[in-house]
């Protein structure tokens, strides 16, 4: 006999199921929640005779998927307002990186910081995520550059997925900026990563994908590829930041490897967008960058468009270029600086930001059999989620089906 935990009905429901039109909506719809997953969706007049633990009667309300982060850099140590204050008279974020500050600068910091304070710090960023509507975060390291700190950092970052309720998919982002000590030799540092630290993370499982900085003052796509090599004959998955302050040939690199995702990508040209359909690679897009470096440089959204290209949007915390600690807010950014619609928006950050993390057979939209990883917002119309800025219209937040409250 089949037999539901929870009913919720009398809702308006945004399913986001690929190909539907107008977020999937279902009026006057109920979900049925067992054994953390999905077990049935509809019409409140079709729900089929089946006993309920618990029914919840909303009175309007809106349901989406739970939102999804699908790019952060939630752990690190200390912060970068003094830098911030810097960019604001003129600085610019090459000028700093250059002159040893701007990443280099949290990476003291982060060696400088204990498990236990990365933890407390990342958690209260994770909280706020989940206090309006995320379910699902991906967290990077890269503000290690050595093998104790990378390591340190994804120890802290599984820990959180440990300690919350949230899914935390961890990514090694050790090519991130050449470390101090090997300013002279960056591919000896390229090496460490090759032969030391990516076997170490693989067996210890530490990481579920391996990302890069693909950028003049970063890493040339020479070491890059050596990295993606190491971590595909491991087993791992690749992602790239690619194209972000110039196009050094990002887009391509990441999609030659069959990466989940390109992200930021303001100045990926066509050739780039076209090998990323090619590949299925998709587009992450990260307006809280955008707007904190003061770009002007446009992300090829026709042409991501155009070619069928995914298009996620993901905070891109950071304390360099995103302090940024709300999905939702970046679907109000998307709008405004790359004129996303809101729905672009919310599929962006549920069945898009799923697919880019490898995770959409499991979670992302609302069908039988996915998890029942849902947001209850208090809005009138979806679109709402990318039009207030500074408010919170979460109602509720429920994980694999149960309640969380991290607020
Ligand atoms: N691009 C970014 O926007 C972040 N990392 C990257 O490769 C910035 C990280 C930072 O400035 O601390
Ligand atoms: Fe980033």
């Given amino acids: 006999m089949a037999h539901w935990d929870l009913l919720l009905s009398g809702a308006r429901i945004a399913t986001m199921q690929r190909g539907a039109v107008d977020y999937g909506t279902i009026e006057d719809g109920a979900i049925a929640v067992a054994d953390g997953s999905i077990a049935w969706v509809g019409r409140?007049?079709?729900?089929?005779?089946?006993?309920?633990?618990?029914?919840?009667?909303?009175?309007?309300?809106?349901?989406?998927?739970?939102?999804?982060?699908?790019?952060?850099?939630?752990?690190?140590?200390?912060?970068?307002?003094?830098?911030?204050?810097?960019?604001?008279?003129?600085?610019?974020?090459?000028?700093?990186?250059?002159?040893?500050?701007?990443?280099?600068?949290?990476?003291?910091?982060?060696?400088?910081?204990?498990?236990?304070?990365?933890?407390?710090?990342?958690?209260?960023?994770?909280?706020?995520?989940?206090?309006?509507?995320?379910?699902?975060?991906?967290?990077?390291?890269?503000?290690?550059?050595?093998?104790?700190?990378?390591?340190?950092?994804?120890?802290?970052?599984?820990?959180?997925?440990?300690?919350?309720?949230?899914?935390?998919?961890?990514?090694?982002?050790?090519?991130?900026?050449?470390?101090?000590?090997?300013?002279?030799?960056?591919?000896?540092?390229?090496?460490?990563?090759?032969?030391?630290?990516?076997?170490?993370?693989?067996?210890?499982?530490?990481?579920?994908?391996?990302?890069?900085?693909?950028?003049?003052f970063a890493f040339n796509p020479e070491q890059i590829s050596r990295v993606f090599e190491t971590a595909t004959s491991h087993g791992l998955r690749v992602k790239l930041h690619a194209d972000q302050l110039s196009d050094g040939g990002g887009a391509e690199l990441a999609a030659s490897f069959n990466a989940l995702s390109a992200d930021h990508l303001e100045y990926t040209s066509a050739d780039g967008v076209a090998a990323m359909r090619e590949a299925g690679t998709s587009a992450v897009l990260?307006?809280?960058?955008?707007?904190?470096?003061?770009?002007?440089?446009?992300?090829?959204?026709?042409?991501?468009?155009?070619?069928?290209?995914?298009?996620a949007i993901a905070t891109d915390c950071n304390p360099g270029t995103s302090p940024l600690c709300s999905v939702r807010e970046a679907m109000a950014l998307a709008c405004r600086l790359f004129g996303l619609t809101p729905e672009e928006c919310l599929a962006g950050t549920t069945r898009e930001a799923a697919l880019a993390l490898g995770l959409d057979g499991d979670r992302g939209t609302l069908e039988a059999g996915k998890r029942a990883d849902i947001a209850i917002w208090n809005v009138g119309h979806p679109r709402e989620l990318s039009y207030w800025l500074g408010i919170r219209p979460l109602a509720s937040l429920l994980i694999a089906g149960r309640d969380v409250n991290l607020i």
């Fill in 286 to 311: 990260l307006p809280g960058a955008f707007l904190t470096l003061g770009e002007t440089q446009h992300p090829p959204i026709t042409a991501l468009r155009e070619n069928d290209v995914p298009i």
């Fill in 44 to 216: 409140s007049a079709d729900i089929p005779d089946v006993s309920a633990s618990e029914t919840r009667t909303l009175s309007g309300q809106w349901i989406t998927p739970a939102l999804i982060d699908c790019h952060t850099h939630l752990v690190f140590g200390g912060d970068r307002s003094a830098e911030f204050e810097q960019r604001l008279q003129g600085v610019s974020y090459e000028e700093i990186a250059r002159a040893g500050g701007g990443i280099l600068s949290t990476v003291t910091a982060t060696r400088n910081s204990s498990p236990d304070e990365l933890f407390e710090s990342a958690s209260k960023r994770l909280r706020m995520l989940a206090a309006d509507g995320v379910a699902t975060v991906e967290i990077k390291s890269g503000y290690g550059l050595d093998i104790e700190n990378e390591i340190k950092m994804l120890e802290v970052a599984r820990r959180l997925g440990n300690a919350y309720d949230l899914t935390v998919c961890t990514t090694l982002l050790a090519a991130h900026a050449i470390p101090p000590e090997f300013k002279e030799d960056s591919d000896a540092y390229v090496s460490l990563v090759c032969e030391e630290l990516i076997p170490a993370v693989a067996e210890n499982r530490l990481a579920d994908s391996v990302d890069a900085y693909c950028e003049k």
